[in-house]
């Protein structure tokens, strides 16, 4: 008898994957408050409050009331709480429009669809047979297919109505009143009752452009300002007005919107007391509570100006520099919170403070408090000569920038700080005159350890290379509240201070507490210092002058400098930018990894780019090729204008006349005007790059189109 053949073995089961370990933090979400259980900032009351307002008007609609605040102070989550207190009023409808999700013309037709949505489908049915009786040119076209259309639901319905109400201008004309009568017939439907109301909710719509803003007011006041519909629109006034998002609006335009609010709130700031609460709830849920002592909250309620997505953004923020930034396990979380403030407020400052070339001794913090004592002096001397003498170093700071210092200053101190004022970034006369800015750095240089922090930020952590460094005792209080960790508590391996617990190491990165890694990985030696060969072209990266005056190129290097994987990475795939032919940059950078921002911006836009470290080099690149576009720093090692120098000679040369980009983070008035004599640009924005560089890209596909 015939046996089956065996089975073969079963595959083995793959183990389910180990769950990922955690740690004691968390993000907090920024969707606003819907609930009064949730409001912790006491906006439930003036919730209520707008609510019954909003009920007792019924028989003054129509109204439009504008819930008026700044950014992140709470306009949404007053809204939601406003709709979940009507939710228990009888005959009363609440319908959400989102203004920010519609472009233009459409915001009008979404709002009006939106609102019409609410009705009761036989109302709808009714207007629409009435619009298509007075529309005889409608009725054989239509009437037989949509009037008589029983399947036909809601969406459906609405959307036949808005068709035969924007036909044309006469239907336009007529849509006012044909909604009008809607209204009136959905309000009055119930009998022995009050007056239905439609509460509509506009939100966001200050982000949006000056089209969709006008297009939303324009139905508001135009097609629905009929009694039953009353509106609360969420914005602020002030990015509005003349001077915000509107501030090109005409005179007229200026006046319409007036007539679209007829009365506004004003969202108070919430009060300190309720603003501490609130930092120790966020603090709590993410998982800090046990570093915020009473000094960084209070520091917090002053520099959050008291607005609660600016807290939460900070509360996430020191989650997230805490737990993946190994630079603050030698600092703590009061370093953290004071450097925070300076990048999320001054962000300008901050790139300076922590990038390349951002000063010209390295350290802009420095900088920029010399410079506002150097200030302080000049100013003083206009009023009064002092002897220069007994400002030693309004005299060296002066030098460094190749001013000269009058033996007596006198009137000449304000011309002596103009030209001064030339060359530092363009960023401190404004902010010298900032005193919440000022005093914050005055704060953070105050701490004992300020010359080290600010190098570290500069420099990155130490214990890169696998060594072990000590945390700071400012966690304590972090580690102290951890149930699983042993010891003292402070982390002796290299990795993020706080992202997990003792007991648990996170995989690649050395334990924690008193553990030592399974695997540790033996100290690794300092990189050497790169050793470039000499270069054929001189120091300032141009041949040497001949005997008969002329420049003694060499023949092309056959072995280039700088490293062969930098030479050409090209990006084949065309960013969504740019979608044009592939086309060459050149990118000259002694620091391509303190600036990897160049060649992000360069591989969206699909461009093949070509890096050199030296001005040399880019002589000899474009001897091989003629780029598209070339990207280049200004400051090099110690020779502040190696930039400029670079681009001055080769279109002296004639070697390149083409598009020239300087990006570099330190931007100065005259920077800026030196750039612009070369008929360069300059920039030290992402953004502003980006759009540098498709600009020129466009503007040379347009200069080879036949």
Same mark, same amino acid.
């Given at each position: =008898?015939p046996?089956s053949a065996p089975?073969?073995?079963?595959?083995?089961v793959?183990?389910?994957?180990?769950?990922l370990?955690?740690?004691p933090?968390?993000?907090?979400?920024?969707?606003?408050?819907?609930?009064?259980?949730?409001d912790l900032l006491?906006a439930?009351?003036?919730?209520?409050?707008?609510a019954g307002?909003?009920?007792a008007?019924?028989?003054?609609?129509?109204?439009?009331?504008?819930?008026?605040a700044?950014?992140g102070?709470?306009?949404?989550s007053?809204?939601?709480?406003?709709?979940a &207190?009507l939710?228990?009023?009888?005959?009363?409808?609440?319908?959400?429009?989102?203004?920010w999700t519609?472009?233009g013309?459409d915001?009008?037709e979404g709002l009006?669809k939106s609102?019409?949505m609410?009705?009761?489908?036989?109302?709808l049915?009714?207007?629409l047979a009435?619009?298509s009786e007075?529309?005889?040119?409608?009725?054989?076209?239509?009437?037989?297919?949509?009037v008589v259309?029983?399947p036909l639901?809601?969406?459906?319905?609405?959307?036949e109505?808005w068709?035969s109400?924007?036909v044309?201008?006469?239907?336009?004309?007529?849509?006012?009143?044909a909604?009008?009568?809607?209204v009136?017939e959905w309000?009055?439907n119930?009998?022995?009752?009050?007056?239905r109301?439609?509460?509509?909710f506009i939100?966001?719509?200050d982000?949006c452009?000056e089209e969709?803003?006008l297009a939303v007011?324009?139905?508001?006041?135009v097609?629905l300002d009929v009694?039953?519909?009353a509106?609360?629109?969420?914005?602020?006034?002030?990015a =509005?007005?003349?001077n915000?998002?509107l501030?090109d609006?005409?005179p007229?335009?200026?006046?319409?919107m007036e007539?679209?609010?007829?009365t506004?709130?004003r969202?108070?700031?919430? %009060?300190n007391?309720?603003?501490?609460d609130?930092?120790?709830w966020?603090?709590?849920t993410?998982g800090?509570?046990?570093?915020l002592?009473d000094?960084? @909250? %209070?520091l917090?309620?002053?520099?959050s100006?008291? !607005?609660?997505?600016?807290?939460?953004?900070?509360v996430?923020g020191f989650?997230?520099?805490a737990?993946l !930034?190994?630079?603050w396990?030698?600092?703590?979380p009061d370093?953290?919170?004071?450097t925070l403030l300076?990048q999320?407020?001054?962000?300008?400052f901050?790139?300076? /403070?922590?990038?390349p070339?951002?000063?010209?001794?390295?350290?802009v913090?420095?900088?920029?408090r010399?410079?506002?004592?150097v200030?302080?002096?000049?100013?003083?001397?206009?009023a009064?000569p002092?002897?220069?003498?007994?400002h030693d170093?309004?005299?060296t700071?002066?030098?460094?920038y190749d001013?000269p210092?009058p033996?007596q200053l006198?009137?000449a101190?304000e011309?002596?700080?103009a030209?001064l004022?030339?060359?530092l970034?363009t960023e401190f006369?404004?902010?010298?005159? !900032?005193p919440a800015?000022?005093?914050l750095?005055?704060?953070l240089?105050?701490?004992?350890?300020a010359d080290?922090?600010l190098?570290?930020?500069?420099e990155g952590p130490q214990?890169?290379?696998?060594?072990?460094?000590? /945390?700071?005792?400012e966690?304590?209080p972090?580690w102290q509240?951890?149930?699983d960790?042993?010891?003292?508590g402070?982390?002796?391996g290299f990795g993020p201070?706080?992202?997990?617990?003792g007991?648990e190491?996170y995989?690649?990165?050395?334990?924690?507490?008193?553990?030592?890694p399974a695997?540790p990985?033996?100290?690794q030696?300092?990189?050497?210092?790169?050793?470039?060969?000499?270069?054929p072209?001189?120091q300032?990266?141009?041949?040497v002058?001949g005997p008969q005056?002329g420049?003694?190129y060499p023949?092309p290097m056959?072995?280039?400098?700088?490293?062969?994987?930098?030479?050409?990475a090209?990006?084949?795939?065309q960013?969504?930018?740019?979608?044009?032919?592939?086309?060459h940059?050149?990118? @000259?950078d002694?620091?391509p990894?303190?600036?990897?921002v160049?060649?992000?911006?360069l591989?969206?836009a699909?461009a093949q780019v070509t890096?050199v470290?030296s001005?040399?080099d880019?002589?000899?690149?474009?001897?091989t090729?003629?780029p598209d576009l070339?990207?280049?720093?200004?400051?090099?090692?110690r &020779?502040?204008?190696?930039g400029?120098?670079?681009?001055?000679?080769?279109?002296?040369?004639?070697?390149?006349s083409g598009?020239?980009v300087?990006?570099t983070?330190?931007?100065s008035p005259?920077?800026e005007?030196?750039?612009?004599?070369l008929?360069?640009?300059l920039t030290n !924005?992402a953004q502003e790059l980006?759009d540098?560089?498709?600009?020129?890209?466009?503007e040379r596909d347009?200069s080879?189109?036949?």
């Amino acid at each position: =008898m015939p046996t089956s053949a065996p089975l073969p073995p079963a595959a083995p089961v793959p183990a389910a994957p180990a769950p990922l370990p955690h740690g004691p933090f968390a993000l907090l979400n920024d969707e606003p408050v819907a609930e009064s259980a949730a409001d912790l900032l006491g906006a439930g009351r003036a919730a209520r409050q707008l609510a019954g307002l909003l009920v007792a008007s019924r028989g003054s609609t129509p109204f439009t009331l504008a819930v008026d605040a700044g950014w992140g102070m709470g306009k949404s989550s007053l809204m939601r709480l406003v709709d979940a &207190d009507l939710a228990h009023a009888p005959d009363v409808h609440t319908v959400w429009y989102n203004a920010w999700t519609s472009t233009g013309a459409d915001a009008l037709e979404g709002l009006i669809k939106s609102v019409l949505m609410r009705f009761d489908r036989r109302v709808l049915r009714r207007g629409l047979a009435r619009v298509s009786e007075r529309r005889a040119l409608l009725r054989a076209a239509r009437a037989l297919t949509t009037v008589v259309a029983g399947p036909l639901g809601v969406a459906g319905l609405v959307d036949e109505l808005w068709k035969s109400l924007s036909v044309d201008s006469q239907a336009r004309n007529e849509m006012r009143g044909a909604i009008g009568a809607l209204v009136q017939e959905w309000s009055d439907n119930a009998e022995n009752r009050p007056r239905r109301l439609l509460v509509v909710f506009i939100d966001d719509l200050d982000r949006c452009s000056e089209e969709t803003v006008l297009a939303v007011c324009e139905a508001v006041k135009v097609y629905l300002d009929v009694p039953g519909l009353a509106f609360m629109i969420g914005c602020d006034r002030s990015a =509005m007005g003349p001077n915000g998002l509107l501030r090109d609006l005409s005179p007229a335009g200026s006046a319409f919107m007036e007539k679209i609010f007829q009365t506004s709130y004003r969202i108070p700031a919430p %009060d300190n007391h309720g603003v501490k609460d609130y930092i120790r709830w966020c603090a709590r849920t993410a998982g800090i509570e046990p570093l915020l002592d009473d000094a960084l @909250v %209070d520091l917090l309620v002053q520099r959050s100006d008291r !607005n609660p997505r600016r807290i939460k953004r900070l509360v996430n923020g020191f989650v997230l520099e805490a737990t993946l !930034n190994p630079v603050w396990r030698d600092f703590g979380p009061d370093a953290v919170i004071r450097t925070l403030l300076l990048q999320y407020f001054y962000p300008d400052f901050y790139r300076m /403070m922590t990038g390349p070339s951002g000063t010209v001794d390295g350290d802009v913090v420095a900088e920029f408090r010399t410079y506002r004592e150097v200030r302080r002096t000049l100013l003083s001397a206009a009023a009064a000569p002092v002897p220069i003498r007994e400002h030693d170093a309004v005299r060296t700071f002066l030098a460094s920038y190749d001013l000269p210092t009058p033996e007596q200053l006198g009137g000449a101190g304000e011309a002596v700080l103009a030209a001064l004022e030339r060359q530092l970034p363009t960023e401190f006369p404004a902010l010298v005159t !900032n005193p919440a800015f000022t005093s914050l750095v005055d704060e953070l240089t105050a701490r004992p350890d300020a010359d080290r922090l600010l190098q570290r930020l500069r420099e990155g952590p130490q214990g890169a290379g696998g060594e072990p460094t000590r /945390m700071s005792r400012e966690w304590a209080p972090m580690w102290q509240s951890l149930p699983d960790v042993q010891g003292d508590g402070y982390a002796t391996g290299f990795g993020p201070p706080l992202a997990w617990p003792g007991g648990e190491p996170y995989p690649g990165v050395g334990g924690y507490g008193q553990q030592q890694p399974a695997h540790p990985v033996p100290p690794q030696p300092a990189p050497a210092a790169r050793q470039q060969p000499p270069s054929p072209y001189g120091q300032a990266g141009y041949p040497v002058p001949g005997p008969q005056g002329g420049y003694d190129y060499p023949p092309p290097m056959q072995d280039p400098v700088y490293p062969p994987q930098m030479q050409q990475a090209g990006y084949p795939q065309q960013g969504r930018g740019y979608q044009g032919p592939l086309r060459h940059v050149l990118w @000259v950078d002694d620091q391509p990894d303190r600036k990897a921002v160049v060649r992000t911006v360069l591989e969206s836009a699909g461009a093949q780019v070509t890096h050199v470290e030296s001005s040399a080099d880019a002589v000899h690149a474009l001897r091989t090729r003629t780029p598209d576009l070339l990207i280049s720093d200004i400051s090099r090692g110690r &020779d502040h204008t190696a930039g400029f120098a670079m681009v001055e000679r080769l279109k002296e040369d004639g070697h390149y006349s083409g598009p020239v980009v300087f990006f570099t983070i330190r931007r100065s008035p005259e920077r800026e005007e030196r750039a612009a004599a070369l008929g360069a640009s300059l920039t030290n !924005n992402a953004q502003e790059l980006t759009d540098l560089v498709l600009t020129a890209l466009r503007e040379r596909d347009r200069s080879e189109a036949p």
